[in-house]
């Protein structure tokens, strides 16, 4: 469980009901903020007009992609840099054939399928194209979830105003009864409000982890993807360690240099 997500959707939605209850006078006042045909044109709107953006399948993978933000990236980098390195030592001391054995025990599908590749003697540029083929279409199905939140999320308060304009409408008709218009002018408002929620409280938080899990998976990737081409090219395992840790943040070094130490001294 990604905690993070999860305690700033809820602190998020404490806060603003926070704010309403007291605004509002007390728990009674919570009713000014809840209308049902707001509602139904901000919510319904927007997610139906999301959902004429893209095809079925897509609109409905696009709703339950939320359940990503609450999962940890399962990607740790210096551990992977440190199992690359004694990959190296393996096939620097066996050669490249020993790896076969090696791959059956990753975890990892994509590192997996690069080093058959290399155990096949397919040449290094073909295993590039093919891996960053395969790294380019994750990316691709990425984008399309954070996008959908994307979308959806510009459409929240573009249907608000929607609603507003309804019940401005509605009350500018009918202006004999001068009390009605504050609480008319309520009702116009809180349909703003909502899809300022659904945007801000919803929408663009989602669609921001998942880009953020994606950058984190595809560094991955291009890590695996230079250390194995350096595996099938015969670097020396320290210079390969050395190039993959210029990936790595300096504040995550210190760590990966402990964790390749072993396995680069075994050359």
């Not at 806060?15 to 006042?29: N, P, Q, R, T």
């Not at 590749?117 to 397919?122: E, K, R």
């Not at 880009?211 to 695996?224: D, F, L, P, S, Y």
């Not at 015969?234 to 190039?243: F, L, Y």
Request: hydrophobic content about 45%; some cysteine.
């Amino acid at each position: 469980m990604d905690i993070a997500s999860l305690v700033g959707m809820i602190v998020c939605f404490v806060l603003v009901l926070y704010g309403m209850i007291d605004s509002a006078g007390g728990v009674a006042g919570f009713g000014y903020f809840v209308n049902l045909p707001s509602a139904l044109i901000t919510f319904g709107g927007s997610f139906f007009a999301t959902m004429m953006s893209v095809s079925m399948p897509n609109f409905v993978g696009g709703l339950k992609s939320i359940a990503l933000i609450f999962k940890p990236v399962n990607v740790n980098v210096p551990e992977m840099i440190a199992k690359i390195i004694e990959l190296s030592n393996v096939a620097r001391k066996e050669g490249l054939l020993s790896l076969e054995e090696a791959a059956g025990n990753l975890e990892d599908e994509f590192m997996k399928k690069g080093i058959m590749l290399i155990v096949d003697g397919t040449d290094p540029e073909l295993v590039r194209g093919i891996l960053e083929t395969e790294m380019n279409s994750i990316d691709a199905r990425h984008k399309l979830r954070s996008g959908f939140w994307d979308n959806l999320g510009a459409m929240g308060p573009a249907w608000g105003m929607i609603g507003t304009l309804v019940g401005l409408i509605c009350m500018l008709n009918n202006m004999s009864d001068p009390t009605s218009i504050g609480p008319k002018m309520g009702v116009a408002l809180i349909t703003t409000f909502y899809g300022s929620m659904l945007a801000n409280w919803i929408c663009t938080p989602t669609s921001g982890k998942l880009q953020a899990n994606n950058t984190v998976e595809m560094q991955a990737k291009e890590i695996m993807i230079e250390g194995l081409l350096s595996i099938q090219a015969g670097e020396n395992p320290r210079v390969i360690e050395e190039k993959l840790k210029s990936f790595l943040s300096p504040k995550e070094r210190p760590s990966q240099e402990e964790n390749g130490a072993g396995a680069g001294g075994e050359a």
